[in-house]
């Protein structure tokens, strides 16, 4: 199709006529057009769209907001999902600090006006580094699964080895992103999980150490809320073997569970969101990787530190990189990793919170997430046909097993919903094995009145539905 239009579009730049024309005489075309002959015209449509009439701004905005109120979210429903992106409070404070001009409006957190952003982050690395007690922590990755699968590539620039061991009860979509972004440098193999308990084989982790693997990765608490209280086994079979051994955690856990360094992690790695961010339907996700301050760990970090220096102004300091020249930006296509766009903001809001808690305060929620998510577990263990699928301690999640109900729990997730309730995550796609069982999240927001409205729920679904 020729293209003919003479006005400019009030939303896209270079639009006004004069301008493309000047644009496109300035590299020999005479058409816009041409810029698409490289394209094979079997995937070019070739008649017009059927769009409906343009809307005006304000037609426009009742069409969007008609779309949005068929949303039904946390603060309508009540909420028990979880599986990576939980339902926690969040202080006022951490909104109002991470929207503030200086923060928000510079892309990839980068400075158009830099007042304080470095010592903010600084302060963010420092708090988390506090808390996972280590010594340095990265500008935050996209998420939880992509700093599980840094650490893993450090791990292998490290050893010189291209195996990486992982437990089966890692969340089969973080698996598979750790795996696209892995190959083809690491491989990635499983370690089988005990039926019972849902923690680690360790005699099958044995029986696949070799001087082949690079890294051991687990979690604690993992994503069945299982908390692994073999860390300190597992590191030591990694160590033995020459490998590193690298823990995800979820660090609002650490006020009342041990933090991996005490356990043997050489790295950690986990997810910022609990942290001060709201569930936001792919935004507000971040991730953390800490480390020793060793020169072999530092250097292969792909993201950016930041540090403080004495300035010539005595009492005076500066923030800014520490060890630039190890990063893609300076290296560009040589670099270990290819690191573009942060998620700087959430390191920022992360900082804000952990500021605001303090040691007592991510103790005193660690605490609440414990009780209120097992008396959550015993009042659904209690339901005829419904039972736990795993023994043992958790943290915040439980595995929920309602195979002796006669329903699916997508007919129970339904039933929940007329109810007003989102029930638990569906694991019969990713543990088929298992059948029917569901991941429960209990947070620090839920009342008792929560929880008992939830069991009362369940226990009226399953009590009229025969048994097979």
């Not at 992690?265 to 986990?270: E, F, K, N, R």
Request: hydrophobic share 40%; aromatic share 10%.
């Amino acid at each position: 199709m020729a293209d003919n239009r003479t006005y400019a579009h009030p939303y896209i730049p270079n639009t006004v006529p004069e301008v493309r024309d000047a644009m496109l005489k300035e590299i020999g075309l005479t058409s816009i057009d041409q810029l698409h002959d490289a394209i094979p015209d079997n995937l070019k449509l070739d008649r017009e769209m059927n769009l409906p009439p343009a809307m005006n701004e304000y037609e426009l905005r009742r069409h969007i907001e008609g779309l949005l109120a068929k949303n039904k979210h946390g603060a309508d429903y009540l909420n028990f999902l979880g599986a990576g992106c939980w339902q926690h409070f969040i202080p006022a404070v951490c909104d109002e600090i991470n929207q503030r001009s200086e923060f928000v409006t510079a892309y990839a957190g980068e400075p158009y006006e830099d007042h304080g952003r470095f010592q903010a982050l600084f302060e963010y690395q420092s708090l988390v580094a506090e808390l996972v007690d280590m010594d340095v922590v990265n500008v935050p990755t996209f998420d939880w699964a992509q700093a599980a699968s840094t650490a893993i590539r450090m791990a292998g620039r490290i050893t010189g080895r291209k195996t990486a061991l992982l437990p089966r009860s890692v969340d089969p979509d973080k698996a598979a992103i750790i795996h696209n972004y892995c190959t083809p440098v690491m491989e990635i193999e499983y370690v089988e999980i005990d039926t019972v308990t849902g923690k680690m084989d360790l005699s099958d982790l044995q029986s696949k150490l070799g001087d082949h693997v690079a890294a051991v990765y687990f979690e604690n608490p993992g994503y069945l809320g299982i908390i692994e209280d073999q860390g300190a086994e597992i590191s030591k079979l990694a160590h033995d073997a020459g490998a590193i051994s690298i823990v995800g955690v979820d660090p609002i856990s650490l006020g009342v569970l041990e933090p991996p360094a005490r356990y043997g992690a050489d790295i950690i790695c986990g997810d910022l969101q609990p942290l001060g961010m709201h569930m936001n339907y792919g935004g507000g996700q971040a991730g953390f990787i800490a480390t020793r301050d060793e020169e072999k760990y530092v250097m292969e970090y792909p993201s950016r530190l930041f540090g403080i220096v004495p300035t010539e102004a005595q009492g005076e300091y500066g923030f800014g990189d520490v060890a630039y020249e190890r990063t893609s930006f300076a290296l560009r296509e040589k670099g270990k990793e290819s690191v573009g766009t942060q998620t700087a903001l959430w390191g920022i809001t992360a900082g804000v919170y952990l500021s605001l808690l303090g040691p007592g305060g991510m103790q005193e929620v660690g605490a609440t997430i414990i009780e209120k998510s097992h008396y959550a577990a015993k009042l659904l263990a209690d339901i005829p046909g419904v039972s736990l699928r795993f023994e043992g301690a958790f943290f915040k999640e439980f595995v929920v097993d309602f195979n002796d109900t006669g329903l699916t729990v997508a007919q129970i997730n339904r039933r929940l919903m007329d109810e007003g309730i989102f029930g638990g995550k569906d694991l019969s796609a990713g543990y088929p094995q298992w059948g029917q069982c569901a991941l429960y999240c209990v947070t620090e927001i839920h009342t008792q009145a929560d929880l008992e409205r939830l069991a009362s729920a369940l226990r009226a679904i399953a009590a009229y539905q025969p048994r097979s």
